[in-house]
C-alpha cells in the first residue's frame, strides 16, 4: 500500500481500491475482450483538471481551492465509458484523491443502461444514481478537488474510477444521513471479493492550489 495508506478509513479505500482492481484486471485478462475504458471531454488522462471541477472556499473573496483565486465551478465532469462486460447490472463511480486519501464522490446502482454521465451528474438528489456522502461531510454529493495551499504533496492525483457490477448494491445509512464512502467501499470489497466486479476503468487527473515559485 502506499504512503498515505495509514488510518483505518484510508487502509479500508486503499485496500478496496487495490483489491477490485487486481481482481477486474485479472478477470479482462482471462476474457481476452475489448478493454472497459473511461474518457471524459472536459480532460485527458494524466492531466490537469479543470476549474470547472474544482471547489469552492471563499475566505475574503478569494477560492482558496484554485490556484488564482477564481471560484470554481464544483461541477462533476462528463464521463463516458466503453465496452461494458456482458452480464452487468450496474456501474459504481468513484473520485478518490490519492494525495490525501480523501473520496470526492461516490455514485452507485447507476443503470447498466447508461454509458455516460453528463457535466454536473453529481448533484444532490440525482437522478443517475445513489450517492453516498463525501468526505466533506456536507452532501451526498460531487465535492470538488481543493488541495491546501502550500503543503506537500502540492499537485493531488485525482483518481475516477468506474466499476461495472453484475449486481446492484444495497447500502444503508439512515433519513437523516446517507451512506458514507466507507460503506461504499466495504460493499465493493464484498462484491469484488465473491467476484460482483467485472471489470474497472480509471482516469486520472491533477490539480494544485500552491503558485509554483
Same mark, same amino acid.
Given at each position: #500500500? !502506499?504512503?498515505? /495508506?495509514?488510518?483505518?478509513?484510508?487502509?479500508?479505500? /486503499?485496500?478496496?481500491?487495490?483489491?477490485?482492481?487486481?481482481?477486474?484486471?485479472?478477470?479482462?485478462?482471462?476474457?481476452?475482450? %475489448?478493454?472497459?475504458? +473511461?474518457? *471524459?471531454?472536459? $480532460?485527458?488522462?494524466?492531466?490537469?483538471?479543470?476549474?470547472? #471541477?474544482?471547489?469552492?472556499?471563499? =475566505?475574503? !473573496? =478569494?477560492?482558496? /481551492? *484554485?490556484?488564482? &483565486?477564481?471560484? !470554481?465551478?464544483?461541477?462533476?465532469?462528463?464521463?463516458?465509458?466503453?465496452?461494458?462486460?456482458?452480464?452487468?447490472?450496474?456501474? +459504481? +463511480? =468513484?473520485?478518490?484523491?490519492?494525495?490525501?486519501?480523501?473520496?470526492?464522490?461516490? #455514485?452507485?446502482?447507476?443503470?447498466?443502461?447508461?454509458?455516460?454521465? %453528463?457535466?454536473?451528474?453529481? +448533484?444532490?438528489?440525482?437522478?443517475?444514481?445513489?450517492?453516498?456522502?463525501?468526505?466533506? $461531510?456536507?452532501?451526498?454529493? @460531487?465535492?470538488?478537488? /481543493?488541495?491546501?495551499?502550500?503543503?506537500?504533496? $502540492?499537485?493531488?492525483?485525482?483518481?475516477?474510477? =468506474? @466499476?461495472?457490477?453484475?449486481?446492484?448494491?444495497?447500502? @444503508?445509512?439512515?433519513?437523516?444521513?446517507?451512506? *458514507?464512502?466507507?460503506?461504499?467501499?466495504?460493499?465493493?470489497?464484498?462484491? &469484488?471479493? @465473491?467476484?460482483?466486479?467485472?471489470?474497472?476503468? *480509471?482516469?486520472? !487527473? $491533477?490539480?494544485?492550489?500552491?503558485?509554483?515559485?
Amino acid at each position: #500500500m !502506499g504512503p498515505f /495508506c495509514k488510518s483505518a478509513l484510508t487502509i479500508l479505500a /486503499c485496500s478496496a481500491l487495490s483489491l477490485i482492481s487486481n481482481l477486474a484486471s485479472a478477470q479482462q485478462k482471462q476474457t481476452a475482450k %475489448p478493454q472497459f475504458q +473511461v474518457t *471524459s471531454s472536459e $480532460f485527458q488522462n494524466q492531466t490537469t483538471l479543470p476549474i470547472s #471541477m474544482i471547489n469552492n472556499n471563499i =475566505v475574503n !473573496g =478569494v477560492n482558496t /481551492c *484554485s490556484i488564482d &483565486g477564481s471560484p !470554481g465551478g464544483n461541477e462533476s465532469p462528463d464521463l463516458s465509458w466503453t465496452n461494458a462486460p456482458a452480464g452487468t447490472q450496474s456501474f +459504481v +463511480v =468513484v473520485l478518490y484523491d490519492v494525495s490525501a486519501a480523501f473520496t470526492h464522490w461516490g #455514485m452507485y446502482n447507476i443503470p447498466a443502461t447508461t454509458t455516460a454521465l %453528463p457535466q454536473n451528474a453529481g +448533484v444532490p438528489g440525482s437522478t443517475y444514481g445513489q450517492q453516498v456522502y463525501n468526505d466533506f $461531510f456536507t452532501a451526498a454529493a @460531487y465535492g470538488g478537488p /481543493c488541495p491546501p495551499i502550500g503543503v506537500a504533496p $502540492f499537485a493531488h492525483h485525482y483518481q475516477f474510477t =468506474v @466499476y461495472a457490477l453484475d449486481e446492484t448494491l444495497t447500502l @444503508y445509512g439512515s433519513a437523516n444521513f446517507p451512506p *458514507s464512502a466507507e460503506t461504499l467501499y466495504h460493499a465493493l470489497i464484498t462484491a &469484488g471479493r @465473491y467476484h460482483h466486479i467485472l471489470a474497472t476503468a *480509471s482516469l486520472v !487527473g $491533477f490539480y494544485s492550489a500552491t503558485p509554483a515559485k
